[in-house]
């Protein structure tokens, strides 16, 4: 499918993405152009103020756009899944040059201009008005030009936290190493960073030329209000649902978190958001316990060792009590299992195992030089990397590459590492030809796919419970790995998957 046949088909969605987008970057250059332009005036009337602005500015800059969304997730108000965080960010990104260009423009004044002015007896508020804002203004306006294109491309980040915008496709081609998803995200963000260039440009030119003054940007920046007010309506819109289903960003996942939103959907009675593709187990977590999220399925074995920092039972029953007891005291209800287990399977190439004689993971002690590859997870988790090394005496070369989960599969297959840490469930196994080694000592513990629940959410819409029993049970080995494959190899909708498995379901 090409980029437009893939625009024409979703044309819905796409439009609210980038309406979504949008009010992203307006919202949070109009709130950075409100502080930082009085911001720069009293940094260029007093240097020692303003060298401790420009200073803590900056280093707010240089703080790398995930990192600042972790360190504002756990924040009261402004922090959370969806757009605050997001906002919050764009806003840190987009300070630094209006700050910077509103400091030059009230300083490059020419001091006769100033002092013209005195000798007509204005006052500091009236020079301030008269003679130094109209003769920063394009400055004023090249800081808001480059403020604005760096939050066109800064936004599309905020998907990883269920912010919505053009980052959406982004992720989810990634996940599904598509790239048709990645160019129907990407290209329109190109776009309108190009479009507002363009029309910032023209005004700080006509700005420049005398054409324009205080006037036109009361104007555009009414014109700005004017447009953030309707997204935003449109944002509330869409997050007035009653029900948040969220998922993490790997392809399983998001296809769990469709699963669980048209399940409550075809149950009736409640309205559903979808928060899919969010940056992982913790992002995940965080939004459940805070409330921002009102369910997403998790795995037995990650809950209980990587939420929760137990050692996980290795018995599947049990496993699944101790994960009940543990979300219990969080207002959070573990429901049965979907019925698939999701462990862990570290892969090496077919062709590797069969020349080496590799059958088990104990027999990579005996391989030298390898390297290996691992998801930014896995290399922190107590039942990851650290806990796998010790358990079988493994020792490698070189560090672990560490990549995206999407990634890693392909970088095995293409020789970039040597041994990787997959999916049991997943579609790209067969097709790269990879082989899956033993846990002879069984390391991994059960991963059982459980969905969560909020309690109070639980409560309060009974459907949701009904909608999620009609499941327990249904979602076998083989139908995730068939689901995972019609998106992974066959680069199909994963509503449409979806659909087609609840139908089938639904028939039997």
Known sequence: MSVIDFWLAHWAETARLVQQHVVLVAVSTLAAVIVGVPAGVLAARRPRVGRAVLTAAGA????????????????????????????AALFVYALLPILRTTVTGIRNVDPDVIEAGVAM?????????????????????????????????????????GAGGLGEYIFRGLAMVDTTTILA???????????????????????????????GLAQAAAATALLALITITGYSAADGAAVVVGSKNFTEQVILGELVAQAIEFE????????????????????????????????????????????VPHDSRRALERTRELYARAGVTALDPLGFDNTFAILVRSADAQALGLRTIEDLRKVEGWTPGFGYEFLQREDGY????????????????????????????????????GDATSALIEPFRLTALEDSRRYFPPYDAVPLVRTAALLRYPAVGRALARLAGRVSDRDMRAMNAAVDSEH?????????????????
């Open 60 to 87: 707010a800059q240089t703080v790398p756009s995930l990192a600042l969304l972790g360190f504002l997730l756990p924040i009261p108000i402004i922090g959370g899944i969806g757009p605050r965080a997001a906002l």
């Open 121 to 161: 007896g204005m006052t500091r508020r009236q020079l301030l008005w008269l003679v130094e804002f109209p003769l920063a203004l394009p400055s004023i306006i090249a800081g808001v030009r480059v403020a604005t294109v760096i939050g066109v491309g800064t936004a599309t980040i905020a998907a990883a936290i």
């Open 185 to 215: 995200g990407a290209v329109p963000a190109a776009a309108l960073a190009l479009l507002a260039d363009g029309l910032l440009a023209w005004l700080e030119h006509r700005m420049r030329a005398g054409r324009a003054g205080a006037a």
């Open 268 to 311: 009736g009675g409640v309205r559903v958001t979808r928060k899919l593709n969010l940056g992982g187990t913790f992002v995940c977590d965080r939004a459940i316990r805070s409330g921002d999220l009102d369910a997403y399925v998790e795995y037995t074995g990650t809950a209980v060792t990587a939420v929760f920092h137990e050692r």
């Open 386 to 421: 650290p806990g796998l090394l010790r358990a079988y005496g493994l020792r490698f070369r070189s560090q672990p590459r560490a990549m995206d989960l999407a990634l890693i599969y392909r970088a095995l297959a293409e020789r970039q590492v040597d041994v990787i840490a």
């Open 492 to 508: 199909r909708d994963v509503r449409t998957v979806v659909q087609e498995f609840l139908a089938r379901v639904a028939g039997s």
